[in-house]
């Protein structure tokens, strides 16, 4: 039987790029979305077509409610959840502090840590190994930004970041003795759809800072996504990989 892992944001970007190279290293993987179903669908497709093994399971990280659903159907489908992914994300609102709607920062809140921190206690309570687990990792996609702090773009969307490298470092430590590794990659400016709600022509007005001088793409992230994930990196945990091009 393959080990499991659970991608979150799968349909699209970086958590479909690395839904499809963990497929290829041998993972079956359970791919969830909030709305893109056509894409989430032909991720899986993808998969199927070359003999891997996927599942795809619709719900909104920030809703507990669908992040027990999202464990159930992975787990009874594919079996325990080996690894997880915590992908999904959004950017929230663009622009200068001063203009902060406090809604939008609480949903961004929600689906960027409370999300994070639903989908890892789900993972841990199957993985841990002193109540029959049999340990697992668990890979968050954190961001450069959390370092660099988005002025004048993306302050709340750095500083949701920034939780989540504290969680990762913080939880690294308290399951290291269950059996768990828990690690993180920050991406730098990758080539996604990510930057579309800014406004038109970001990557271009970023490149300049960008010591390799190009774009990242999905693919590059998902490398050290799936390595972070894979007994290749046993030993190690509270790790940051900057998948950045220097920036
Ligand atoms: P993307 O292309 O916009 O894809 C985002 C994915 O997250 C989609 O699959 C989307 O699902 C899913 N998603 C969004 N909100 C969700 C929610 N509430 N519940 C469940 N799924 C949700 O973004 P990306 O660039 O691949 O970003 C992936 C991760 O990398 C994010 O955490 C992002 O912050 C991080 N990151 C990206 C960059 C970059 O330059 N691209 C840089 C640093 C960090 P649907 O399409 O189905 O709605």
Redesign the pocket.
């Known amino acids: 039987m393959a080990d499991v892992m659970l991608v979150?944001?799968?349909?699209?970007?970086?958590?479909?790029?690395t839904a499809l190279l963990a497929a290829r290293r041998g993972w079956a993987v359970g791919i969830?979305?909030?709305?893109?179903?056509a894409?989430?669908e032909a991720v899986v497709r993808t998969i199927r077509d070359a003999g891997g093994t996927a599942m795809v399971v619709?719900?909104?990280?920030?809703?507990e409610a669908?992040v027990m659903r999202l464990f159930d159907t992975v787990t009874t489908e594919l079996g325990p959840v080996r690894s997880l992914v915590?992908?999904?994300?959004?950017?929230g609102q663009y622009g200068p502090a001063a203009d902060l709607r406090v809604d939008e920062l609480r949903r961004l809140l929600?689906?960027?840590v409370v999300?994070a921190f639903a989908c890892a206690r789900e993972a841990i309570r199957q993985m841990r190994t002193d109540a029959g687990g049999t340990g697992g990792t668990i890979v968050n996609?954190?961001?450069?930004?959390a370092v660099l702090g988005g002025p004048g773009e993306w302050v709340t969307?750095a500083a949701s970041?920034g939780a989540i490298d504290a969680m990762t470092v913080g939880l690294s430590k308290e399951l290291a003795p269950l059996g768990i590794r828990v690690n993180a990659v920050?991406?730098?400016?990758?080539?996604?759809?990510?930057?579309?709600a800014a406004p038109p022509g970001r990557i271009g007005r970023l490149l300049p800072n960008v010591p390799m001088a190009r774009?990242?793409t999905?693919d590059e992230?998902a490398e050290a996504i799936v390595w972070l994930a894979s007994e290749a990196s046993s030993y190690v945990t509270g790790g940051f990989i900057d998948v950045g091009g220097g920036r």
């Open positions: 979150t944001g799968a349909s699209r970007g970086i958590g479909a790029a969830g979305y909030r709305s893109a179903t894409e989430a619709r719900g909104d990280v920030a809703d669908d915590n992908n999904a994300g959004s950017v929600d689906v960027n999300g996609v954190s961001s450069r930004a969307y970041k920050r991406p730098g400016l990758i080539d996604t759809d990510i930057h579309d774009v990242g999905a992230v």
